[in-house]
Structures are given as C-alpha cells and as structure tokens.
C-alpha cells in the first residue's frame, strides 16, 4: 500500500507540473481591439501584459500580436476609452471591444496656440471629429458642419459648386461684410479675403467671388474646433469678436506604411422647379390682358420648357489616396486629393487638385520636435453668367424664368433663337459666354518646439499662405443680351494675387506648484502681415465670337475700335501682436483662466494703433464635491467674460497709395497723370470693432453619462462698429471708414443634448441635438443706413432694409401690402411708404440640429435634421418677374400670379407681397454604411456607403429653397436674405468606399 501511494504521487506531482509548465508557457497572442459604438479597428491602443512591462500597441487596423503566458492578463487602454482587462486563459486569439469613457473626459480639443484636455476648458466650445460631420458631395470645411453645433448658423449663398458661405457664431454682430469667424488651418491664421476674383460683367450683374477655403479637401480634415465665447477667442484679440474655427488636419497614425483610398460618386438634380405656366396656360393668360390677335403673334409655335435647357443631372467624382504612419518618435502623412463636382446648370462646376504632406520628429532625447505641413490646391472653377444685380432683362437662371414658352431654342437653320435684347434665349447664355477661374493655392508652416527645462517650452512657427486666381469671361459678340454685347462682344479680365505670412513664437511652462494646485502659462509674440494686389480689365470691340480668341489672344480685338478700361491696386497690411494666458487647477476642482493680448495693425489710424483685449474665464466641476447627488454622472459651472475685436475693413486704406485707371484707351494712347489717382482716407481715431461678452454655462451628465450635454446663456455687445460713410461732395475723397457710434446686441440660450438610448452590444442607437436662441438689436443709434437693393423692371433706386436703432440688422423695412382693390391696384396698410414690421429681419432667431445615429452588426444609419426659424426672405425674384405686368409684357411667371386680381398695370413696388416667412426643416444628411468583414485579406477594412444630400426640405417659402443670401448690399452695406433668381440647390445621392490597406 505505501509503494502504491508513493506511485500515485509521483505521477500527481508530473502531472501538476505539465499543468503548471502548459499554464505558464509562453505563446503568440493576436487580435483586434474595435471600437464598440461602429466596429471600426482602433490604431494606437497601448496592451500591457499585467504586472509586467511587456507590451505592444495596435496598428492602423487595430490589431495586434503580442507573446505572454497563457495565463497572463492584458491590460488594454486608449484614450477616450474606458480601460479592459482581458485574461488570455491559454487562448490564442483575442479580440476586444473598447466602450467610449465620456466620465473621463479625456477628449482633447484644440485651442489658441495649443490643446487641452476637454475636461480643463473653461471657455465655450465645441469639438467636431469625422464622425460627426456631414456626408456626401462638400466643397469646403464649413458644410461639413453646417447644423452640427449649437449657436453656429452656417448659411451657403447659393447651390453653386463652390458658391460662398456665410457663417454667423452667436449672431451677427458688423454693419458691414466681416461677419464671419476668423479661420486658423494648422497654426496659421487666414486673412479673410477673397482669394478669387468676383466678375463685373457689365450691364448683366456683378458675380461673385467663390469660397475661400475651397483649397481644403475635406477629407483631410481631423477636426473643426469652434470657440465662441470671449473666454476662448480673446487669445486671438483683435480677430476673434465673431468667433475662431480652429481647422486640424490629419497626421499618421500609428504604424508603418498606412494606405487609405475613398472614392464617391454623386448625382445631383435640382430639388423643386418653379411652377411656370407652360405654352397652353401662357397663352390663355396673356390673351386675358391683350386680346386673341396679340397672343396668336406672340405664339411663336414650339413648347419649351426653359428650365430644362438649362439644367442638368449632375455628376461628381472625388479620389482621395493617403499614405502614412507613425512611431514614438513622430509622424507622418501624404496625401492626394482629387473631385470633378459638376453644377446642375450646364456648363458649370468646380475641379480641384490637392496635395498634403505632413510630418514631425522628435530629436534630442525627445527634446526637440521639428514638424511641417503644406498644402496645394489647384482649382478650376467653370462660371456661368448668373450675377447678383441682374436687370428686369435677367441673367441666365433668371431668363430661364421669365422666357416665353412658346419661342424654340433654335432657328430652323440650326441657329439660336434670339428675338431682341432685352428678351435674352437662356441657351445663347451658356452657348455664346464662357467664364473660368483658376486659383492656385499653397498654405504651409514650418515649425521647432525646444524643452528648455521640464515643464518649459518654446516654440516657433513661420507660416505662409499663397494664392494666385485668374478669371476670364467673355460673352459673343453673337449674344443678344443687354445692351453694349450685341454686335461688339465683350471681355473681363480679372486677377487677384494674395500673400500672407506668419511669424510666432510662444513660450509654454506645466508646474504644479503643490499637491493641489497645478499651473499652466503661456505668452508669445505674433507678427502677420497681409499682401493684396488686384487687375481688371474690360475690353470691348472684338472682329471675332470665337470666345477661347476673345479671352487669350487680345489681337482679336479691332484696332480701329479697341476699347479698353480697367484699374489696379496692391495694398499691404501689418498686424504685431503681444498675447499671454495663464489657467490654474485647483484641487482638481476649480480651473481659472485669464487671457491678455495686445495687437497693433497698420488698418487704424495714429491714434488708435494698438488694441487691447482682456478676458477671464472660472470652471467649477462641482461633480468633485461629495455634497452632488450621485445621479450627476457629471456636472460643471463656466463663467466666463472678456473683450474681443474686429478689424475686418478693406486693406491700408489710411497710407495713400497710387491707384490707375485708363478709359477708351486708345491704339497710340498714352497714361497721363489724369489716370493715376491717389487714395488716402485718412482717420487718425479710426480703431477697432470692439465686442464684450459674458458667458455662463453648464455641463451635464446623468446615469453613468448615457444622457449629457450643456446649456450656455451668452450676452453680446458690439461697439465701434466699423462702417463707410459716403463724403459730401466736393471732398477730397468719395467715402471713409468710422467708427459708428452705436452698439449691436446678441443674446441667447444655446443647448446641446447626447443620449445613448440604445447600447446592448450588437445594437447601439445614440441621438444629438442642439438648439440655439439668438435676440438681436441695434441699440444707441442715432442714425439711418439703407440696404437690400431691389432689382427689377421699375424698381430704380428701390430698397428693402434699413438699419436703425432698436431695431434688428439688416431689418425689412416695406410697405405694408393688403391686398388689391377693385382696379387690381395694390393696397397698402397705413398709405403707400415704406417701414418697419415689427421687427422681422432676415435673422433666424432659432437655429436646431437633431442626430440620430444607428448601429447593428456591421451595419450603420445616421438622419440628420437641421432647421432654422423666425427668418424672413424678401422674394426679389417674384417681384422682379413674377407679376401681372410682365405677364402682360410677354414673359412667363408662375402659376399664383394667373387670377390673383392684379391690374397689369400695377406698380410692383417693394412691399410686403413679396416677403416670406423663411423658416424650414431639411432632411439635410442621411447615410446608410455597411463595414464589410476583410479578415484573412490584404485589406485591412472596407466601408461602403451610400449618403442623401438635401434629401426633404419643409418650409413655407415658395422660391426655389429658403437658403439663399444673393449680396445686394447698398453703398457697401451688406444686405442678408434676399433671393433673386439665386443658382439653385440640388437633391444629392452618393455612393462611397474607403478601404484601408
């Protein structure tokens, strides 16, 4: 018996031993570590091998390989994600799904002149990444957010591809046109202005110029930083009353050799035609006002629906390949970029090229960091002639309206029709003009960040933002449409040149001066200058209609009758700046800010050269006090206050400058002192645009932070305001700037709302909404500014808005309409004159957003709603084409103005017959994904998509959309919602793949 115990022990104790020996053998472990809310591979993820220092991190996929006992516990963390511990239990692959940690708060947003971590800001703000923006066919940054951010009103001018954009932070607080925030790309500031040139096209209109930052590919883009209080945007001074939009691009990520390629394909159709009368109706409409005899004249005999000679389903294609990677010692990433966007109107749409690299390294022990970026952008813009200030004649949407449905397209030879001057054939438009620009831009930053001692930095930045864009337009001589084209064909030739560099340097110092109490300074020195040299020229008198001799070879031109005007400027600005902000924690509970800087521009007069502007900012997490209810997951208080300013006025207009024109200049003429002028418009107390700004709001979170968000009140008050006056002539000059003695007010409540209503794993469903309330006033205003010109057969002269005190911007100011009499004569509430309407204005007074995102499997959905409320848009279109009037002249008009009772010879005065309630709601985003599995593939991942644009939209208006703004500012006063036959917007559908290899 005791030898037989003793066997049975020894076998037990191999035994035990192979047990122990296989638990603790060493093994390869690989995996994917996923996000949980869409399943996509997260790169960077740091696993660690419990207890030990053995560890790896995630590549660009999200996977990993890693050799540890077989009993060993992972330990897998990434920020913004809560941390898993995973144990490998002998197995061999292990895959891991990370929830995101929003108690942490670790986000990091990026700020002036720096990050932070989003749980330190004390200031109002909002972080957009990818994940958050808007799908489909872009153009430019801003549409990527449009309707994403609480307070931030984000308006495009029209459906043009390219077309301008309008984007208001809190409200519109300038007289004049330098509403829109300050952009920063990469550390470097823009200037602001046009880098295209807009086209004066003679007696058709003035067009204008395209958006600025349609040099950016999107798809570059890594996140859009929004600062709106004063509290955040103060450390830009003098450029930051209306707001920073902080644009970062991507940089590589972790591993080697990263390749990325998407590629889209769109088609778009215009989203609602105008209802117009077709041949039968138009007929029978006119014979109502001119007898049997006149229409059968007018009958020209065909059917033609104008609207569709001239529009298109359109076809956009967009490329973009990247290739990166990155280590503990830096980064890098190049990028290509490439979208063919056609417009719905012929003959229009925009191409562009870009080009992105960008890299850092560490060196010295990780002491110094050099890092670069540039950025190329070739693009080409095709034009057609639709302009801002048309007359009754029309340009070639507005033809497109208002032509006879009757007349053919072409002549029975083949030729177009073209009946008389002021009765213009919409295809002889897009056949016998041609319109391009070609703007080519660079933006780049050169930059080293020393560690002089723990804790210090110093950095230096050299920055440069280049563009040079040329248009060309040229209208046949074979064109007949508004008179001096017909017969003699015209040219316009315009450039533009823009040149902005950039110097900085910061230093940067993290103490923490006790076990409570940590610190943060920074104070730099900034200096930009800013470069603008502009040429226009008209030219006249062509032998020739081919329009590509018209625009390049000036020999075209007869010599006997060369005619040829234009003028030319270069003008150069210089902003020197002081800047400091410093932030103590304390206690990990109270964070307080304050924020100086001190700028000096070459804009202002002797008197006023340097600016100053305060802000200080407090945040109290009360979430760290013991006494909070435990149902706040999260809960913070900000206050902030500050003083922020403007300088957006045209460049160096008080050092004089030598400014030439030449007119009918002549073969054999020369330039006399008679075409040079001088420009000097001097004001020695000239001084910023000055906005003070109090801020409070608070953070919130319930139940573990499924449901979050915050609440901002904010109270606005812009003075000084910048303004041109018009000289009482005899004067030295025709106009100045001054400071208007009066204050524009804006205040309002914003609300932003995330809530996790779904997260069981398989199945996530997350809705984001936001909601902001905007009150705006003019107010200590003495004086009267007229804008909003009215264009239209009969409307010389004709406003629609008026500035005045105690009043809105930009405030409708019309005769009250009610209606016709018995005559068919219009009626007016009150007598015929023109005034105020209780304070409607082309100023939403609600702005809303609402998100609903949806995930199963691989499968994800997202809807997207935005709307804008309490705005009103002056119908210029109607009251320039669509009355009985020109009904009774021959040209078509809509169906609702077919026996309405108007007299034909009714008056289309400006009234409000032609104002509409704006307000709308917009199926704006829709997006339905699927991630293909790629396993045991080359490819790492593999989206598809398909994405609605624009897809429904609810609203009142009876114009083609109710986002619209065409300038029709007055005396270079800006003007805001009006619509005059605008480019019109498109229903989008596109179909996408991103792969990552």
Same mark, same amino acid.
């Given at each position: ?69 077989g ?17 490998v ?14 108690t ?15 749980k ?117 001074g ?27 394909l ?20 006119y014979?109502?006002f ?27 294609n ?32 925009m191409?562009?090229y ?51 449905p009757?007349?053919?397209? %072409? ?48 950095k ?66 900034? %200096? ?22 018209m ?64 802000s ?40 004089e ?118 009150k ?26 008026r500035?005045?005190?105690n ?20 009626? %007016? ?54 009355t ?13 103005v ?15 017959r ?9 199926l704006q ?5 699927y ?48 619509? %005059?036959?605008?480019?019109?917007r ?7 793949v991103?792969?990552?290899?």
């Amino acid at each position: 018996m005791t030898k037989f115990y003793l066997y049975v022990s020894r076998y037990l104790t191999v035994l035990l031993f192979l047990i122990t020996t296989i638990a603790w053998s060493q093994s390869t472990v690989t995996g994917k570590v996923t996000a949980s809310d869409d399943g996509s591979g997260l790169p960077g993820v740091n696993i660690i091998e419990k207890g030990t220092s053995n560890g790896t991190v995630t590549d660009a996929n999200g996977s990993f390989t890693i050799t540890v006992p077989g009993n060993a516990v992972l330990v897998f963390s990434f920020v913004g994600y809560t941390s898993q511990e995973v144990s490998v239990e002998n197995r061999t692959s292990v895959n891991v799904s990370l929830s995101s940690d929003v108690t942490a708060l670790s986000e990091v947003v990026v700020i002036g002149y720096g990050q932070i971590d989003k749980k330190d800001a004390t200031g109002a703000l909002v972080s957009l990444k990818p994940g958050d923006f808007n799908g489909g066919v872009i153009a430019s940054p801003e549409q990527l957010i449009q309707g994403r951010a609480a307070g931030v009103q984000i308006t495009s001018a029209s459906g043009e591809p390219g077309a301008g954009v309008n984007m208001r932070i809190r409200g519109t607080s300038s007289v004049r046109s330098g509403n829109n925030p300050l952009f920063v790309v990469d550390g470097v500031p823009l200037s602001g202005d046009d880098v295209s040139p807009g086209s004066m096209n003679g007696a058709l209109g003035d067009s204008p110029p395209k958006n600025p930052l349609n040099f950016i590919n999107p798809n570059d883009i890594a996140s859009i930083d929004i600062l709106k209080d004063a509290s955040a945007t103060a450390i830009y001074g003098s450029r930051g009353a209306n707001g920073v939009v902080i644009i970062t691009t991507k940089s590589g990520k972790s591993g080697a050799g990263n390749i990325e390629y998407s590629y889209n394909l769109g088609f778009g159709h215009i989203t609602k035609k105008m209802d117009l009368l077709n041949r039968d109706e138009f007929i029978s409409a006119y014979t109502q006002f001119n007898g049997a005899a006149a229409a059968a004249t007018l009958d020209k005999g065909a059917s033609t629906d104008w609207q569709n000679q001239v529009l298109r389903t359109s076809v956009t294609n967009s490329h973009n390949l990247s290739f990166g990677g990155a280590d503990a010692t830096g980064n890098f990433r190049i990028s290509l970029g490439y979208q063919n966007q056609e417009g719905i109107i012929k003959h229009s749409g925009m191409k562009r090229y870009t080009a992105l690299l960008k890299g850092s390294k560490k060196f010295l022990n990780d002491r110094l960091t050099l890092s670069t970026q540039v950025t190329v952008a070739d693009v080409h813009d095709d034009n057609v002639p639709i302009t801002n200030n048309s007359g009754f004649e029309g340009d070639l949407f507005g033809s497109a309206l208002k032509s006879n449905p009757t007349a053919p397209v %072409y002549n029975p030879d083949g030729t177009l029709y073209q009946p008389s001057n002021t009765e213009p054939n919409p295809v002889a438009y897009l056949n016998l003009s041609r319109s391009f620009t070609n703007t080519l831009r660079s933006l780049g930053n050169v930059s080293a960040e020393l560690q002089i001692i723990k804790g210090l930095t110093f950095k230096t930045v050299f920055g440069f933002d280049r563009s040079f864009s040329s248009r060309k337009t040229a209208f046949s001589r074979d064109l007949k449409a508004n008179n001096g084209i017909y017969g003699i064909g015209r040219a316009y030739l315009n450039d533009i040149e823009v040149s902005n560099n950039l110097w900085e340097n910061y230093f940067t110092y993290n103490k923490e001066l006790s076990s409570s109490v940590k610190f943060t300074g920074l104070l730099g020195y900034s %200096y930009q200058s800013f470069s603008n040299t502009r040429r226009d020229i008209q030219l006249a008198n062509f032998r020739t209609s081919n329009l590509d001799l018209m625009i390049n070879n000036l020999a075209s031109i007869d010599p006997a009758k060369i005619s040829m005007t234009g003028n030319s400027s270069s003008v150069k600005d210089e902003l020197q700046s002081y800047y400091g902000r410093f932030d103590f924690t304390i206690s990990d509970k109270y964070i307080v800010t304050a924020t100086l800087r001190a700028d000096g521009s070459t804009k202002f007069g002797g008197n006023n050269k340097y600016g100053y502007f305060p802000s200080a900012a407090i945040k109290w997490r009360a979430s760290e006090e013991a006494f909070i209810p435990e149902a706040f997951s999260d809960l913070n208080v900000r206050l902030g206050y500050g003083v922020t300013g403007n300088q957006e006025i045209p460049h160096n207009l008080y050092q004089e400058r030598q400014r030439y024109n030449t007119s009918n200049f002549n073969t054999g003429g020369t330039l006399d002192q008679a075409d040079i002028g001088s420009v000097s418009f001097k004001n020695s107390d000239l001084k910023w645009e000055s906005t003070a700004q109090i801020n409070i709001g608070i953070d919130y979170g319930f139940f573990d932070n499924r449901l979050r968000g915050s609440i901002d009140y904010y109270h606005k008050n812009t003075s000084d305001l910048l303004i041109q006056v018009i000289s009482a002539q005899p004067a030295p000059q025709p106009f100045t700037y001054t400071n208007l003695n009066a204050n524009v007010i804006n205040k309002g409540v914003e609300l932003a709302l995330e809530g996790d209503v779904v997260n069981n794993g398989d199945f996530k469903w997350t809705i984001v909404g936001n909601v902001a309330i905007n009150k705006n006033r003019v107010q200590n205003f003495n004086g009267l500014l007229n804008t909003g010109q009215i264009n239209g057969q009969g409307l010389s002269g004709a406003f629609a808005q008026r500035i005045a005190n105690n009043q809105p911007l930009y405030a409708w100011f019309l005769r009250d309409f009610s209606g016709f009499d018995e005559n068919g004569i219009s009626v %007016y509430n009150g007598g015929d004159f023109q005034k105020f309407l209780n304070g409607k204005s082309p100023l939403p007074t609600t702005n809303a957003g609402l998100t609903n995102n949806l995930r199963y499997k691989n499968f994800d959905l997202s809807i997207f709603f935005s709307g804008q409320f309490g705005q009103y848009i002056y119908n210029n279109t109607a009251n320039a084409y669509f009355t009985a009037g020109s009904l009774a002249n021959g040209r078509n008009v809509t169906k609702n103005v077919v026996g309405n009772g108007e007299s034909n010879l009714n008056a289309p005065d400006v009234s409000t017959r032609f104002l509409e309630n704006g307000s709308f709601v917009r199926l704006q985003n829709l997006t339905l994904g699927y991630n293909i599995p790629t396993t045991n593939t080359f490819i790492k991942s593999l989206r598809v998509s398909v994405t609605g644009q624009n897809l429904l939209t609810f609203t009142d208006y009876s114009g083609q959309d109710p986002e619209v703004n065409v300038n029709k500012a007055l005396n270079n006063v800006p003007s805001l919602g009006i619509d %005059y036959a605008g480019y019109p917007r498109a229903r989008t559908i596109t179909f996408g793949v991103n792969a990552t290899f």
